[in-house]
């Protein structure tokens, strides 16, 4: 068995936790995700009209718009209780 470096098993360590956070991210997109395809698709064909279309890009620029609010504003909390 090979030993790793302590550099080594730093990197490996990023590396778990980045595919450990790609992970719970896609785990948290899947409900979403059928969220909008629920509402937005009434019956699957081989192409989206265009207000399915316009639905699905609506519903997933809440989806970014919201998330990007909930992440600044942990931000914001982090950085107040880090001074």
Do not use: Y
């Not at 790793?4 to 992970?23: F, I, T």
């Not at 504003?73 to 107040?80: G, L, T």
């Amino acid at each position: 068995m090979v030993e790793l470096g302590e550099a080594d098993e730093a990197e490996l360590q990023h590396l778990v936790g980045a595919e450990r956070q790609k992970a719970q991210f896609t785990a948290q997109l899947h409900p979403f995700l059928e969220l909008c395809w629920d509402k937005c698709v009434e019956k699957p064909g081989n192409r989206l009209d265009s207000r399915t279309e316009n639905c699905l890009s609506s519903c997933v620029d809440r989806f970014i718009d919201t998330t990007l609010a909930i992440t600044s504003r942990f931000a914001q909390i982090v950085q107040k209780g880090g001074q």
